[in-house]
């Protein structure tokens, strides 16, 4: 949804930048208008060199880096959990409990912090996991949500250029306005 806003928001900047320059040709009609000495001036005033719009328009408009980066790995994670996950796939759980039972899963260095017991040690080994697939989700979480911080910061700064550039597109419109008014 932040990226889709950030497109649009570079719509609008584009949109107020013809606008001024459609602005800005209207003053010199105006002034060539108003009396012979500005169409004169104007005669005489190098043009600004006409743009194309594929030259004047920006590249489309992309999300922050860290945005992209951290959607790409929360993905990436997500369908790592899918895959493991009991309830998202069909796992043979006898084969599993023989694997945990067996010490299989456990390597050589934890298996020595973990209870002599089979079972118990088959527990804490489930916990660990389930410990360990929190702490990736909080961690795609946060990457996430740091990757949304610096997608609003961009837009805040969008914003910010965007509403100075309305507001001096508005006065130069009313003084447009009031010119041909007087004409």
């Known amino acids: 949804e932040l990226v889709r806003q950030g497109e649009a ?12 320059q459609d602005l800005k040709t209207s003053q010199k009609h105006i002034n060539s208008i ?11 005033k190098a043009k600004p060199p006409e743009s194309k719009p594929e030259e004047n328009s920006t590249p489309e408009y992309c999300g922050s880096s860290r945005l992209k980066e951290a959607m790409m790995s929360s993905k990436e994670q997500e369908s790592k959990y899918q895959e493991s996950h009991p309830n998202l796939r069909r796992l043979d759980n006898a084969g599993l409990l023989t694997l945990f039972c067996t010490g299989y899963l456990v390597s050589s260095v934890q298996r020595d912090s973990y209870p002599k017991n089979q079972h118990l040690r088959a527990y804490h080994q489930k916990i660990d996991n389930n410990l360990d697939e929190m702490s990736s989700g909080l961690s795609r979480l946060k990457n996430l949500a740091l990757g949304l911080q610096t997608e609003i910061e961009e837009q805040d700064e969008m914003l910010d250029r965007l ?13 447009t306005d009031k010119k041909v008014r007087q004409l």
């Open 9 to 20: 928001l570079k719509r609008t900047e584009q949109m107020v930048d013809k606008m001024d």
């Open 163 to 175: 509403t100075k550039k309305v507001e001096t597109l508005d006065v130069n419109i009313k003084s």
């Open 34 to 44: 108003k009396s012979v000495w500005g169409g004169l001036v104007n005669y005489f």
